[in-house]
Each structure stands twice: as C-alpha cells, then as structure tokens.
C-alpha cells in the first residue's frame, strides 16, 4: 500500500488498483498525482475549511473532467450537498454515510463511525489565554480563516472510515478524533467493530500523552500520524509537536508496531501490508 501525504489532513492510499484520497485539500492537491483511471474514492470527514474547502473546486476545474467518471464522493449527506451543489458528478458516484453506514466501491468496503473532534483550545486558563493572544495578534489572518467556513457545512457530522480491501487488508483513518478528551468507550467499540492492521491519525501537542492508550486498544500493526493544523499553527506562532521524535517514543513504548510520522508535502511511505 502506497501512503502520499500533501498536508493539513490530505491523504491518498493506493492499493488493489484503487485510490482512496481523506481530506483532499489545499494547493499541493493536484489531478496529476492521483493516478490516471484508477477508481477514486473521495472521503471527507467533516465540513470544516481545511478538510471539505477546497474540493468542489478541484472537481470542477476543467483538469478533472477526464476524470469524472472515475470519482466517488463519500461523506455525510449535508458535505456532499454542498460540494456537489452544482451538479458536477453523477447521483450513482454519491455516497451519502452516517454512523453505521457503510458500501461497496471497486472492491473496497467502506465503513463508517462518529468520533468527536479535538479541542480548539489547550487545556489550563494560562495555556488558553496565551492560545488566544496569538490568535488575536493576527486579526486579519483570523478573519479570513473564520470566513472560510461560512458557507461550509461546518456542523455536518464528524465521520470516520474504515477500509477493508478484497485481499483482507484493513485501514481506519481516525482523523481528529484521537486526543486527551476521547471517551474509552468510543475507542472501544471502534476497535471490537472495526479492528484494523493500518491506523491514520492527527497529533496535536497537548494530546500526546493520552495517545497511547488508544493506540494500545485499537492495536493496529502500523500507525501513519501526521499534523492536521500545523500551517495554522506557524502563523499564529503555537506550540507544535516534533512528530518524528514522537514516533520514535511510541516505537520504544509499542516496540511490535510501526510509527511513521507524515510531516512533510508530497511525501510518500509504503504499510508493509
């Protein structure tokens, strides 16, 4: 399985013929690296900007139209409204998902949870007032971010994915849903319903110690983390995390499973699947 990192939460996974692209958003997303005729199955999680802001617009520039054909777009049925508001794929390539849901595309068998998002703010009244200085000291920037999700479907359901491929292979993209605030009882259901070799997830530096005790009850054999919001994150001047260093700690913690940190554009990684 080929894993290609392009930023905020973008990520494709090509295996079994099929591309299953999470979250394509923002400029380094191009038609070119997305694999000629190959079946596509475009999952958004969530309405918020960086994840569902970009992807109408990339369906409808004139670059995609030989690729149409090809695309399936899976969300919740308020995201797929808004990004295919204009008509611009076919009612059979619409998938809308709910918790539970799941569906057949090209072999691959999508499956469908809720999880809920992680928090804005960092915990401690000093640590959020300091959050919140940063943000203020940058209005304008702020302004325009806030205005990204005014016609987006910023309340649509939180969704994740599971992915079980024909040759057995499974994958579970978390997304932002792994932090300190994650109840154990969803984790738990999550791993008994849908147990999965390969786990994708967002990191944020006040989450890192109660990550791994979610990864220790999923339990997959190879981890893929990266950073959803670090360019929001260097403009305001916030604390991030070294991901490659975290990697190597949760190596040593869970010394049988894989850790690769994705933290950079266009990078890509091979899951021993």
């Keep these: 399985m080929q894993i290609q990192y392009f930023g905020w939460s973008a990520i494709t996974l090509q295996h079994n013929g099929v591309l299953v692209g999470f979250d394509l958003y923002g400029d380094d997303v191009h038609w070119s690296s997305l694999d000629g005729d190959m079946p596509k199955l475009f999952c958004l999680t969530h309405g918020h900007p960086e994840h569902a802001g970009s992807l109408q617009a990339f ?15 899976l969300s ?3 995201v797929i409204r808004h990004i295919n508001r204009n008509g611009i794929l076919s009612p059979e390539n619409l998938h809308p998902l709910d918790e539970g849901d799941s569906v057949t595309i090209a072999g691959v068998k999508v499956s469908t949870f809720r999880w809920v998002h992680m928090p804005l703010l960092p915990p401690g009244l000093r640590e959020k007032m300091e959050y919140i200085f940063q943000l203020l000291t940058h209005p304008i920037d702020l302004f325009r971010i806030g205005t990204l999700g005014l016609s987006l479907p910023m309340n649509a359901p ?3 994915f599971h992915l079980t491929y024909p040759d057995g ?12 605030l994650t109840r ?3 984790v738990a259901q999550v791993a008994k319903s849908l147990p999965a070799d390969v786990l994708l997830f967002a990191v944020e530096p006040d989450d890192a110690e109660a990550i791994p005790r979610w990864v220790e009850m999923l339990n997959p054999k ?7 919001h670090r360019p929001w994150r260097d403009l305001f001047h ?4 070294d991901l490659e260093d975290y990697a190597q700690q949760l190596s040593k913690r869970f010394p049988a499973k894989t ?5 950079r554009v266009g990078m890509l990684a091979e899951a021993p699947v």
């Design 222 to 228: 190879d981890v893929y983390i990266y950073e959803a």
């Design 184 to 186: 154990a009882e969803e």
């Design 158 to 160: 939180q969704l994740g």
């Design 259 to 263: 850790f690769s940190p994705l933290v």
């Design 169 to 180: 292979t499974t994958v579970l993209n978390y997304s932002e849903g792994v932090h300190r």
């Design 59 to 73: 369906l409808e520039s004139p670059e995609a139209r030989p690729h149409l054909p090809h695309v399936h777009l």
């Design 76 to 78: 919740s049925a308020e």
């Design 238 to 241: 916030l604390p991030f995390i």
